[in-house]
Structure formats: structure tokens, C-alpha cells
């Protein structure tokens, strides 16, 4: 488990001092209810497909991942190494539960899942990815998406 | 992570998400979070096991009824696989002849080319029962070794060098070397599935371990600033590093 209580005091210390930002008020929309959600993943694990362009040092952007991409179509650029990667090599559903949400809207859990999701890389500083992720609100508004999974890695 | 949901839900869309790093997520204080008591990489829980990681969703997912926030909840169960000690990966592909991690570098060459060549047949079991492979790297396997092997070699990597694409080709490339021992290993039966008995296993006992260890200590000798960063963090993970600093 992740207590960071759990973690060497070397790698806990490393964590505690990551930086991360402050917001002065955090902002909240009135979701709709489950049933008629219709949710996108965004995901910071350094996904993509495989003929996408690989994640590098500082990238601010995201990646592209249509609704029903194979899981043999995607890989893994992060560049961090101190994080697992074996649970993603075993399962993809691990980092990018796409399997899972197409489960819970067949049985009437939510109302549907998107066409559309995305992957950033988790590494960049939040803060620069605030323009990319502003413009991919738009978009996802237009797709009629009304509510969003993000999943870290 | 909280960061991204505190501008999408600005821009109207309602988000929910996993935490991580409670620590984290108390101080950007994102609209809704679910934090899990699972390790970094493995945000749903287990792998292959659809119920759980169908709880987890569904936890976060009832987060969007919640009427007003920031909401941070806790979830309250912890992976299937957490708590136990670290088990003995049984490999039947020989390691035992792994060189010194001193060892010079033709003979580091042959161990680790050897290595792959005995877990090729397990690697394709893999690949042909998952039907992927998670190398990022876009070159293929020989190639791959080709690259790892030549930098650590002084004159190939003179040459090497000049490549502006080199940085990240090394780093993919050490990743697509991980990911072939962790598929391969994942294929053969009764194998630990949890990341730390899998990561001692590989950092600990296998010769690819010190290839990349190997490439990590010249990048961290290059004075051209083009490695450098990948010495110092990108491709020996902290918690093992100490197998090679002592």
C-alpha cells in the first residue's frame, strides 16, 4: 500500500516534497446523476498509441485515445521509472479502466462512456498543462461529456 | 492530477478521481477524490480482477452525488495483494551466472544477451496470450539490445553520441528491455503478480539490471548536459538503488 508511512524515509521525503499547487477555491459543478453520465477518462499515466508521439521531458500536451482503441494499440512513455509499470503490463485496466466503465454503463451504472479519451503525462508540473487542459474541456463539452475520471498513476 | 481536474471543472465539467498521495491531494484540494492505499502505477487496485477494480470505480464514481466539496474520501479496502513479504520469483531461466556489477563489459554484454535469448520463448508465450507488447520504443528487440549494449561500449558509443534523439531512445529502450523480462516472467506459471517481488527480482538478479545501471553511470559522466538528467533520475528506479551505490 501507499501510506507514506509505509515508504523508505529517503523515497516519503522525496514524495512529501514534490511540489503541488494551491488554489485559493476549488471550483464544483452540480454533476447529473449516474445515470445519465457520460464519462471520459483522463488518464497522466504517459499514455498513447502505439504510431502517437512519445511523451518527452517537460510536455505539457495530451494524447488522443479513441474509445475503441485495443489495448495492444497502447503504450507507456512516462518518463518517470519510480512508479510500476508490471500492473499495466499485465492488465491495461490497471491505469486506463476503459473495460471497467463500458462494464458499469452495460449495467445501467452510468449512463454511457465517452468516444474520446486522453492521457497526459503526470510528470509536468500542473500548472502548464492548465491551457491544454482548458481547451480540452471545450472539446470534450462539444463531445458531450458531462463528467470526467481522472486516473494518476 | 488534482491540478487538471481543479481547470476542467472551471471550464464546466464535473470530475472525479483517484488520489494517490492523500498528503497530495489535502493541499490541492481537487472538487472530489477517492484516495486508495494502492502503491504508485497501480491506481485500480490488482490486476485482472475486474470486481475490485469495478469497486473502486464505482466508489469514485459516487462521488458525482456528493452536493457539495471538495470532497476527499477514503477508500476502504486495501489491494488483494498488499501486506505480504516480498516472494521468490522462480524463474527457470538460469541467472545464476550474473556477472560482477564491475565486471567488464564484453563479458556484461554476453550475460545480458544471453539472458534474453533464454527468455525469448517465454516473451512470445506472453505476447501471443495478451496479444500486446508494452514496448514504447518503437525499435525492434534486436535493435534495442543493440543500442544498450553499443553505448555501454566506448567506441560504438562515440558514435552513438551524436544522435539529438539519443536521450530518449535510451530511456524507451530500457524500458522496452523491462517490459520483455516482466512479460516474459509473467508468463510462466505461479509468478508473483506484486511489483516489489517482481522489481527485486529483475534490479537484484539479472545482468539487464546492470546494463542499465551500467548506461546510468556514464550518462551521469556526460558533460554535454544531454544526459545527465537521465543519470540522475530516469532510469534506475530510488527504491533500488541502492543495490548499485552501496
Redesign the interface.
Known amino acids: 500500500?501507499?501510506?507514506?508511512s509505509s515508504y523508505?524515509e529517503?523515497?516519503r521525503t522525496?514524495?512529501?516534497r514534490?511540489p503541488?499547487?494551491?488554489?485559493k477555491s476549488?471550483?464544483?459543478?452540480?454533476?447529473?446523476?449516474?445515470v445519465k453520465?457520460k464519462?471520459a477518462v483522463?488518464s497522466?499515466a504517459g499514455l498513447h498509441l502505439?504510431d502517437d508521439r512519445?511523451f518527452?521531458?517537460g510536455e505539457s500536451d495530451y494524447r488522443l485515445i479513441p474509445s475503441a482503441t485495443?489495448?495492444?494499440d497502447l503504450?507507456?512513455?512516462h518518463?518517470?521509472?519510480?512508479?510500476?509499470?508490471?500492473?499495466?503490463?499485465?492488465?491495461?485496466?490497471?491505469?486506463f479502466?476503459l473495460?471497467?466503465?463500458n462494464?458499469?454503463a452495460r449495467e445501467g451504472?452510468?449512463g454511457g462512456v465517452a468516444d474520446f479519451h486522453y492521457s497526459?503525462m503526470?510528470a509536468t508540473e500542473?500548472?502548464q498543462?492548465?491551457q491544454a487542459?482548458?481547451n480540452?474541456?471545450?472539446i470534450?463539452?462539444k463531445d458531450g461529456?458531462?463528467?470526467?475520471?481522472?486516473?494518476?498513476? | 492530477m488534482g491540478g487538471l481536474a481543479h481547470y476542467i471543472e472551471d471550464e464546466g465539467i464535473a470530475t472525479t478521481q483517484i488520489s494517490l498521495i492523500r498528503e497530495h491531494t489535502e493541499i490541492i484540494k481537487p472538487p472530489r477524490a477517492l484516495w486508495v492505499s494502492f502503491e504508485l502505477g497501480r491506481p485500480l487496485g490488482v490486476p485482472n480482477n475486474p470486481e475490485f477494480q469495478i469497486s473502486v470505480l464505482k466508489h469514485a464514481l459516487q462521488l458525482f452525488a456528493v452536493r457539495s466539496g471538495p470532497v476527499l474520501e477514503d477508500f476502504p479496502h486495501d489491494a488483494p495483494d498488499s501486506g505480504s513479504a516480498p516472494a521468490q520469483v522462480a524463474c527457470p531461466v538460469n541467472f545464476s551466472h550474473r556477472p560482477a556489477a564491475t565486471s567488464l563489459v564484453g563479458q556484461l554484454t554476453e550475460q545480458f544477451t544471453a539472458e534474453m535469448d533464454q527468455m525469448h520463448s517465454w516473451y512470445d508465450i506472453a505476447r501471443k496470450k495478451k496479444n500486446r507488447t508494452t514496448g514504447v520504443s518503437g525499435l525492434s528487440l534486436s535493435n534495442v539490445v543493440r543500442l544498450l549494449t553499443g553505448f555501454i561500449e566506448e567506441e560504438i558509443r562515440t558514435s552513438l553520441i551524436e544522435d539529438p534523439a539519443l536521450p530518449d531512445k535510451l530511456r524507451m529502450s530500457c524500458e522496452d528491455i523491462k517490459a520483455y523480462y516482466f512479460e516474459a516472467v509473467s508468463a510462466q506459471p505461479g509468478q508473483p503478480t506484486d511489483s516489489r517481488s517482481l522489481a527485486d527480482w529483475f534490479w537484484g538478479e539479472t545482468s539487464a539490471a546492470l546494463v542499465i545501471n551500467r548506461i546510468r553511470e556514464i550518462c551521469l559522466e556526460d558533460t554535454s548536459g544531454k544526459l545527465a538528467l537521465h543519470g540522475k533520475l530516469l532510469l534506475v528506479p530510488r527504491s533500488q538503488m541502492h543495490r548499485f551505490t552501496g
Request: charged residues 15%; hydrophobic residues 45%; contains cysteine.
Open positions: 500500500m501507499t501510506r507514506l523508505s529517503s523515497e522525496h514524495l512529501l514534490l503541488c499547487p494551491e488554489f476549488t471550483p464544483y459543478v452540480q454533476a447529473p446523476s449516474l453520465l464519462v483522463i497522466t502505439k512519445p518527452g521531458f485495443p489495448a495492444s503504450v507507456m512513455s518518463i518517470s521509472t519510480n512508479f510500476d509499470r508490471t500492473g499495466f503490463q499485465m492488465d491495461l485496466n490497471m491505469v479502466p473495460d471497467r466503465l462494464e458499469l451504472f452510468i497526459f503526470g500542473p500548472q498543462m492548465e487542459a482548458r480540452l474541456a471545450g470534450m463539452k461529456v458531462n463528467s470526467v475520471i481522472l486516473v494518476p498513476v
